[in-house]
């Protein structure tokens, strides 16, 4: 019998083997090579953050905490109570944590010398414009406290704290702006103390903190204290009285002054400039 015919073998000759890896490997080689699928990640929105991480870095608490404060209904954004985990907001909606308004921002005061020629303005397309000015100053996204005009120069303050640009919107209560104003001509003394007493005028009562002559001085030249933000309502006082502003410069507001600060150029308020500011 013959061994090699009769035995069950385990495996194929050495020949046949090779020849079968060659094919494979030809087959192999042959074969159209499927390609990668490439997943693309959808960016996300920059403008765009999700509310726990939002309140998180306001520094209400940690993005934990602030899952299970959302959950429960601690949070509106816009007005509305939002539960929804993983809802997305934008920079500049109001988002709320137990009714107070809250910013992710760091917060940041910026105190400017504006030039004229500048419109106290965050709206594009309005030529150049204070924030121009103050663009390298943070990354925060601070606003203007109050306006000056185009052609008004002198302290204007930024911030992203609500709580501060409180303390100025409020009229009656609010922070003390002094202004140098130059008139087209002497403002006589009745009008003065007319000014200084209160006018009503179109059904409203204007008043002033302070009003008077700058020392070594043309009667042209008068020092103004006024709580309102705006500077629209300076004119109109003067309007008023037959008088003309040819120049206007916010020299101090509160205790803040232009020291230091050459014009057109800013600073951030120190801690001690920012703890004064928090009392008045």
Same mark, same amino acid.
């Given at each position: ?12 000759? $050495? ?6 890896? /060659? ?39 940690? /993005? ?31 988002? /709320? ?10 917060? $940041? ?25 103050? $663009? ?26 609500? $709580? ?13 702006? #002094? ?7 002497? #403002? ?82 120190? @801690?001690? @400039? ?7």
């Amino acid at each position: 019998m013959n061994r090699q015919n009769g035995s069950k073998g385990k495996g194929k000759p $050495a020949e046949q083997k090779s020849e079968s890896k /060659r094919f494979r490997a030809n087959v192999k080689g042959n074969a159209p090579t499927k390609k990668s699928k490439i997943v693309q990640k959808k960016k996300g929105n920059p403008d765009e953050i999700r509310l726990n991480k939002y309140v998180a870095n306001s520094g209400m608490c940690s /993005r934990r905490e602030a899952d299970e404060h959302i959950a429960i209904g601690l949070v509106s954004v816009n007005g509305k109570v939002v539960t929804e985990m993983g809802f997305k907001v934008k920079l500049g909606d109001e988002v /709320r944590y137990d009714g107070a308004r809250i910013n992710p921002e760091k917060k $940041a005061y910026v105190l400017l010398n504006k030039p004229k020629g500048f419109a106290t303005t965050t709206s594009e397309g309005k030529g150049r414009t204070v924030m121009d000015l103050v $663009a390298n100053a943070t990354d925060s996204r601070i606003k203007p406290i109050g306006r000056l005009g185009r052609n008004s120069k002198g302290l204007l303050l930024f911030t992203n704290d609500d $709580a501060i640009t409180a303390k100025f919107t409020n009229s009656k209560n609010g922070v003390a702006r #002094l202004f140098h104003i130059e008139l087209d001509k002497n #403002l006589r003394l009745e009008d003065l103390k007319k000014i200084q007493g209160g006018f009503k005028f179109e059904d409203k009562f204007i008043e002033v903190e302070e009003i008077s002559y700058i020392d070594n001085a043309s009667k042209r030249e008068i020092g103004l204290k006024i709580k309102n933000t705006g500077n629209t309502i300076i004119r109109t006082i003067f309007e008023y009285f037959k008088y003309e502003i040819v120049s206007l410069d916010c020299v101090a507001i509160g205790h803040l002054t232009k020291k230091d600060i050459p014009r057109g150029s800013w600073k951030h308020l120190t @801690e001690q @400039e920012l703890n004064t500011l928090k009392m008045l």
